[in-house]
């Protein structure tokens, strides 16, 4: 990076041009002395020149790298180096700012990653003359420059401009902008919304301690109205405490972003004779600098007084961490923006802060550092000896240093090394700020890091174990303590929280500020190993202040050459068991005494573990672990409720302790069902006091439904919950799997709780649960209620209240011993069948048979079964209403039974006809067999389509029900004889008081039925011999007026015959004589063949087409249907046979056997003409053939006789070729 010491006198002065243009465009000029010409200028963008000014070779001299001797020869002129903050990188960019005697100020900028600069020529000037550039400063882009002079001006180069531009409201001669003598010192830039284009709203400080708002928009950006291209005065920082002023300057600038709606800002202040002083202002509800700068209000304000005065506090930001340098130490901090409140006040969001005194920094030394920079792990600083020290934050001490012994690239006349005349500084990247440069006069050292964060992890943890918490605990072997001190090649072992592991005991707020301090340390190794120290130390930690379930889950996570299984398992056990191992508890009575009071820490190591081996699919260490946890957690919940006895309150801490282990115990068997042998499990369950509901809850967990099923109906103090609990086993399992346990616990399950059962069957029906397979226990279910009704029926009401068994003598089982007090009750596989325990529910079966019959059984034994339990019942409601869905109506019955004749007749069985899986015969035996519910036998009557027997059933029970029935008949026969048998009960149901009631009720008969029923002379057998004929007179006008209307009707009828008959004859005679014209040479309408001379008969139609007779077979037999195709073909084969008989006998008998079986095979296939009949309609869809048209269609041949009478129905007669 060597800067030339000179510049040849022809770039000397090519640049000293530029700068004189730039400067009369601006209405300056450039005196000897330095001093301008010229008052009130604009100051605006000018042009220059810039080139390669990186020369990393230095193997080639040219005329810009001469000595002072040289370049006094050759006239060239020197070049000074920057001066302190006159260097800033950004980006990958470097710009500094230079000096060429008292007329020439030059900016330099070169891309640092390249080594080049974005031009030929490295050297851009300022406009005119002014002072001297004190500050230079680049945003995190890299496009945009401030140059900051000492007499207020300043100057702004963008990355894609070639000229300087002096910025209006900067300057001594300016009314508006910075106050009168100050000047910028330090720049706060918008890191989130700045951009190559414009750097959005930037912070500026200045020497008197203002803050202004400013803007800087690149020459080909477009300005918007939120930019301040003058500077806006925010706030004064020039008050101390007392209320005097002390004009401190600026030195450091930063302001971010909080969450989406607050900001945070950090200014730092110092000068000579003048106390540094760190401001921190934020809000989280102000995004904005001027109203967080104005509002004084709502923004939250802390100011922090540093002891001691330095000229320049350089304030560094390294991500969320910051440096200060002051006159006593480097004050630093971190910025925690989760801890920001809002009533936090500001000094909540700084944390971690503190003062690293310089006499830590350099034992040998107090001097202030002329300079410091941050990185993401360390403090460096820079001494006037040109020291470079590097201090580890978290340990603070210096963990290297370096003196650097700088080359100078050129010397001065004098012999001096320039070198030693100027002071170093150190840079950091705004926009990367590991990035850190080492500059001093004219070279430049980038310091890299290689590894930084290598160590960073046993410094925190080192500084872990220096608390007093833990280092007053000492370790006559050291422990783990002491090897996590050196390096250790262990692998690592992933923190996980297992579900279902015992709960941690809450940590305290100090414990938990440590454990934050151990998690960050882990966070900060780079490897396996280190983060197997980290994890060891810190179950150490905890075991030595007695969190010994804590340290078991950290030891868990140790890897097998550090906490090796067995001896950690041992090493957790041995307090428990009363064995005084020292070593095993780390010499510590807190974790003696924890370790000795319960199994937890244990516990805790085995489940960890167990989760690790299930994580890898390791069955033999699960079902090791996890028989080894069962019998922990038992243990330990037996021990507890043993040790709750003694207690003040015994039951109630019994029963919470009790309930905590049965939680722990339940949760861990649940996880872990699928990783553990299920039998072995069981047997340790059972060699414990533990319930049957807990030994069925693990069985239904490991798909052992029988055992689950069996343990849950074997819970005797509540026997519908167990039941329940069964039931929900059942329904959890897969129902291929619950299915036969169904069937085997139906008894049990119907007599403890009929209605959940028979819910719980319902729902399985529709994924297969048979019903009929349930049928036998449901029957013999509800022949155990039966009986038991009634023998309860035959019992006293007081025989049963004094008889009635206890609520302990309910229960009668083998083996069980009863006493005044107490009961002992023994419970296995052979008792829990022959327990008597029954629940009466009349409802619960019928409903579930209802449910599966709704749903779309149509099983017959369900429908009778169902039946049978329906004519049970007193109501006789549910059964009818029940045959009135299922049994089919009268007509649709009736239909039925005539399509099975039919098909009976044919030999063929109906498809269509109605099927019922309800057998109805058996209902009806059933129904009538209880000798009540008729109405549901009338309906099972109509049923079978029997109406009379319906009639006759329902005039013994309900007359106006068989009126009913018979109107709805049909049939007038079956009708009349109805209402003959109604009219007959009529008469006969009532006592004769002189026959008058009889003749009232049979005329209530005839007017039900109607006069086209029933008339009075079909009832008057009925009526008694001495009836008065007044009591139906009025019957018999009708009858009489009814006979004179039909008998009117009837002549009116034979005239109607008569006339037909004669049209008949007369027909019949006008076709004896009919007559028909055909041309002798007509042709076949089909084939197109001459007819008369064709060997074949041919038919004339009315129509006038004449066709052949074998043409017309093929034309009309496909649309004859199938019976009517084999007719004809009879027909032929008999026609063929009488015709060769015929021929041999000449018998006149076949002849007329000819002519009948002729004229049946012609009103088959000539009943109508093909081409204008029907047939032409139906092969409307059929396409065209090609035929020929035949000529001479015309009929003008001579008369041809036909005497067939069929010509009147429209067909022809069969014509044997002869002409009359």
């Known amino acids: ?428 990247d705004i926009r990367r700020p590991d990035q850190v440069w080492l500059r001093k006069g004219r070279a430049l050292v980038h310091i890299s890091s290689s590894c930084e964060d290598r160590d960073v992890w046993k410094f925190t943890l080192s500084k872990c174990l220096d608390m007093p918490s833990f280092s007053s605990l000492s370790s006559p072997r050291g422990g783990l303590a002491t090897a996590a001190r050196g390096s250790l090649a262990i692998p690592d072992l992933s923190r996980q929280t297992m579900s279902g592991a015992p709960t941690i005991p809450a940590l305290t707020e100090e414990e938990n500020a440590l454990e934050a301090m151990f998690e960050h340390a882990k966070t900060l190794c780079t490897n396996t190993t280190q983060r197997a120290v980290v994890t060891a130390v810190r179950a150490e930690y905890h075991l030595v202040q007695g969190r010994t379930e804590l340290a078991a889950k950290y030891l868990a996570q140790c890897p097998p050459p550090l906490a090796p299984f067995p001896d950690t398992s041992v090493r957790l056990a041995l307090p428990m068991l009363d064995i005084d191992d020292p070593q095993s508890y780390s010499y510590s009575q807190k974790a003696k005494k924890s370790l000795a009071s319960s199994n937890m820490a244990l516990i805790t190591y085995l489940s960890d573990k167990m989760r690790v081996a299930k994580m890898n699919d390791d069955g033999v260490v699960c079902t090791m672990i996890g028989a080894w946890l069962a019998e922990l957690y038992l243990n330990e919940r037996e021990r507890s409720a043993t040790s709750a006895l003694g207690l003040a309150s015994p039951r109630k801490n019994a029963r919470a302790l009790e309930a905590s282990h049965q939680f722990q115990l339940n949760q861990f068997l649940t996880n872990h069902v699928n990783s553990m042998d299920a039998k072995t499990i069981m047997r340790i369950l059972a060699s414990h006091d533990v319930s049957a509901n807990e030994c069925s809850s693990f069985a239904a967990s490991s798909g052992d439904v029988g055992t689950a099923v069996n343990a849950a109906l074997s819970v005797g103090s509540d026997e519908l919950n167990g039941v329940r609990d069964a039931l929900r086993i059942l329904k959890d399992a897969p129902f291929e799997t619950a299915e036969p346990f169904y069937y085997k616990y139906a008894p049990a399950l119907l007599s403890r709780a009929p209605t959940d059962s028979c819910k719980a069957f319902l729902s399985c029906y529709p994924q297969g649960l048979s019903p009929s397979k349930l049928l036998p226990f449901i029957m013999n279910y509800e022949s155990r209620r039966e009986e038991r009704r009634k023998t309860k029926h035959l019992r006293g009401k007081s025989e049963s209240k004094v008889n009635e068994p206890t609520e302990i003598e309910r229960l009668h089982v083998e083996g069980s011993k009863f006493s005044a007090d107490a009961v002992e009750v023994r419970i296995d596989r052979m008792t829990l069948t022959q327990a008597e325990s029954f629940i009466d529910d009349d409802s619960a079966v019928i409903k579930y048979l209802e449910g599966v019959i709704k749903i779309g059984c149509r099983s017959s034994a369900i429908y009778t079964y169902l039946v049978s339990l329906y004519a049970k019942m007193e109501d006789e409601e549910p059964l009818f209403r029940f045959l009135a869905i299922h049994v089919p109506a009268a007509a649709t019955a009736l239909e039925a039974n005539k399509k099975i004749l039919l098909s009976m007749e044919g030999n063929r069985f109906p498809t269509d006809s109605v099927s019922s899986p309800l057998d109805m015969s058996f209902a009806l035996r059933t129904v009538l067999g209880t000798g009540r519910h008729f109405r549901s036998a009338i309906k099972l009557y109509m049923g079978f389509g029997m109406r009379q027997q319906a009639v006759e059933l329902a005039l013994k029970v309900d007359p106006s029900l068989a009126r009913e029935l018979a109107r709805e008949s049909v049939d007038h026969d079956e009708q009349k004889r109805l209402w003959l048998m109604i009219a007959r009960n009529a008469a006969a149901g009532v006592d004769n008081r002189g026959g008058r009631d009889v003749v009232t009720n049979v005329v209530s008969v005839l007017r039900d039925c109607g006069p086209e029923v029933l008339s009075i002379e079909d009832v008057l057998p009925f009526l008694p011999d001495f009836a008065q004929i007044d009591q139906i007179k009025d019957e018999i006008c009708d009858a009489l007026t009814s006979y004179s209307s039909k008998i009117e009707g009837f002549l009116k009828e034979m005239n109607e015959c008569d006339q037909t008959c004669d049209g008949l004859r007369e027909e019949i005679r006008r076709l004896s004589t009919h007559r028909m014209q055909m041309k002798a040479d007509a042709r076949c309408a089909i084939t197109g063949i001459q007819v008369l001379d064709a060997a074949e008969p041919f038919y004339v139609f009315p129509s006038g087409y004449v066709i052949l007779e074998s043409a017309l077979k093929n034309e009309v037999l496909p649309f004859l249907n199938e019976k009517q195709r084999d007719r004809v073909t009879e027909l032929e084969k008999t026609l063929s046979e009488l015709r060769r008989e015929a021929i041999a006998t000449k018998a006149g008998a076949v002849e007329d056997q000819i002519d009948t079986f002729q004229s049946e095979l012609d009103g088959l296939i000539a009943a109508e003409c093909p081409l204008t009949g029907s047939m032409m309609v139906e092969s409307i869809d059929r396409g065209f053939e090609d035929c020929v048209e035949a000529d001479g269609s015309g009929f003008d041949a001579g008369p041809i006789a036909f005497t067939d009478s069929n010509v009147s129905t429209g067909q022809s007669r069969l014509f044997d070729g002869k002409i009359e």
């Open 1 to 428: 990076w060597p800067i030339p010491s000179s510049l040849s006198l022809s770039t000397y002065q090519k640049l000293v041009k530029s700068s004189r243009q730039a400067g009369t465009s601006l209405d300056t000029s450039i005196e000897d002395n330095g001093e301008e010409v010229g008052e009130g200028q604009n100051y605006y963008g000018l042009s220059g020149l810039m080139s390669r000014v990186l020369n990393t070779s230095g193997a080639i001299q040219n005329v810009d790298d001469l000595t002072d001797d040289e370049a006094s020869v050759s006239g060239a002129r020197p070049l000074r180096p920057p001066l302190p903050r006159c260097v800033a990188a950004s980006n990958g960019w470097v710009v500094c700012a230079l000096e060429c005697g008292s007329l020439l100020r030059l900016v330099s900028r070169w891309n640092v990653r390249r080594g080049s600069s974005t031009s030929s020529d490295p050297w851009i000037p300022l406009p005119g003359a002014g002072g001297d550039i004190v500050h230079v400063f680049v945003d995190p882009t890299g496009c945009h420059t401030l140059l900051s002079a000492n007499n207020g001006e300043a100057y702004y180069l963008h990355s894609s401009s070639r000229a300087v531009q002096k910025l209006a409201g900067f300057g001594p001669n300016d009314t508006s902008g910075l106050t009168r003598g100050s000047y910028v010192t330090a720049v706060a830039w918008d890191k989130e919304r700045g951009t190559e284009g414009s750097t959005k709203s930037i912070l500026l400080g200045t020497n008197l301690g203002e803050l202004y708002e400013y803007t800087l928009i690149s020459p080909d950006a477009t300005k918007t109205e939120s930019d301040v291209t003058i500077p806006l005065l925010l706030h004064t920082l020039n008050t101390t405490q007392s209320g005097t002023d002390e004009m401190a300057a600026v030195t450091g600038l930063h302001f971010e972003r909080i969450g989406s709606s607050g900001m945070l800002i950090l200014i730092a202040t110092s000068g000579r004779h003048k106390r540094t002083r760190l401001y921190t202002l934020f809000s989280l509800q102000i995004d904005t600098v001027r109203s967080l700068l104005m509002d004084g209000d709502s923004a939250n304000r802390s100011l922090i007084e540093l002891p001691g005065s330095i000229d320049f506090a350089d304030l560094r930001l390294c991500n969320e961490h910051f440096a200060l340098r002051t006159a006593t130490g480097i004050y630093y901090g971190r910025i925690d923006n989760a801890a920001a409140t809002a009533t936090s006040g500001a000094g909540g969001i700084i944390v971690d802060a503190g003062i690293l005194p310089y006499d830590i920094i350099s034992r040998s030394s107090s001097s202030i550092p002329v300079s410091i920079a941050l990185t993401p792990h360390h403090l460096i600083t820079l001494s006037e000896s040109n020291e470079v020290r590097f201090i580890n934050r978290v340990a603070q001490k210096v963990i290297q240093k370096e003196r650097v012994d700088w080359i100078t690239s050129s010397g001065h006349s004098s012999g001096i090394d320039e070198s030693l005349l100027s002071v170093g500084e150190l840079m950091m």
